[in-house]
Every structure is written in C-alpha cells, then in structure tokens.
C-alpha cells in the first residue's frame, strides 16, 4: 500500500526537480536535518520527520547568524565565530 504511493510521489518530486532546478538556499539546512534525521530515529523510528525538523531549524540557526554579523561589523565588534551550525 505504502509504496503504491510512495513510489509514483517520489517519482514525480524527481521530474518535477529535474526539469525546473532552481538554485538551493539550504545554509544550515543540511547540517540540522542530519542531525535530526538521526535523533528522530533513535526517538521512536520518525528519521523524517526529525530530518525536516532539523532542517528548519538549522535553516533559522543560520539566518539569524547571518543577521547579527553585518550589524556586529557596523557597531566595530569582532563577527561572532561559527557555533557548529
């Protein structure tokens, strides 16, 4: 049942991807879905829905760390060091 469905919509998302690329803005993206696609499966089997957990939060993570170093760089502050996100 599951791959009746799975495998025509995983099959569309490819074409779809293929014909039309755009370029990604996944900064931290990768990094946190990593991560919570491993969490998520040592917490009860959700790989992928901890996967796209993460990945938002990743994504956040590195939108705000861009924010704060152009205003640290304005006020004369040494830009904050990477954190590893």
């Known amino acids: 049942m599951k791959f009746s469905i799975l495998a025509p919509a995983t099959l569309a998302l490819t ?3 293929a014909v039309a690329p755009a370029p990604a803005e996944a900064k931290g993206c990768l990094k946190g879905a990593l991560v919570g ?7 009860g089997h959700h790989a992928v ?29 040494p830009v904050p060091a990477p954190k590893g996100y």
Do not use: F, I, R, T
């Open 49 to 77: 829905l901890g996967a796209l957990g993460g990945c938002m939060v990743g994504h956040h993570l590195a939108n705000e760390k861009d924010k704060q170093a152009p205003a640290a760089a304005a006020q004369g502050e």
């Open 37 to 43: 696609g491993v969490a998520g499966h040592y917490a």
């Open 15 to 17: 074409l779809v991807s």
